[in-house]
């Protein structure tokens, strides 16, 4: 049974950092690949960072040069480093690890959620 275990998050004032870790349990096929989403109230899930294991790595514009994305595949781990947080940073955060199957293609699996706020 796959498990996406997160933490991190927190509260913290528009400027300051937090980081966010997630380790995946289970994983017994290839991981395309792992990253991190977020949605805030009201709003649709958007993805924030993905990251390869060729270590190709994907940004939201909105994050791009604020937020690092950084992973360990041997370990089955990925991480997000966030500065400069803003107001309109704050959202839930999910942990998303895509997994290739042999017979049912690729599906992604999903942490609980980290709540992250950026207070002004």
């Known amino acids: 049974q796959v498990q996406l275990v997160e933490s991190g998050g927190g509260q913290v004032q528009a400027g300051g950092s937090l980081r966010l870790s997630c380790a995946a349990s289970?994983?017994?096929?290839?991981?395309?690949?792992m990253g991190w989403y977020r949605q805030a109230p009201g709003k649709q899930r958007e993805l924030v960072a993905t990251i390869t294991s060729g270590g190709i790595t994907s940004y939201a514009d909105s994050v791009k040069g604020r937020f690092t994305v950084s992973a360990d595949y041997t370990q089955n781990t990925v991480s997000l480093q966030m500065s400069s947080l803003k107001p309109d940073d704050t959202a839930v955060y999910y942990c998303?690890?895509?997994?290739?199957?042999?017979?049912?293609?690729?599906?992604?699996?999903w942490g609980q959620g980290t709540q992250v706020t950026a207070s002004s």
């Open positions: 289970g994983i017994i096929f290839r991981i395309n690949n």
């Open positions: 998303n690890v895509n997994v290739q199957h042999p017979f049912r293609g690729a599906r992604d699996y």
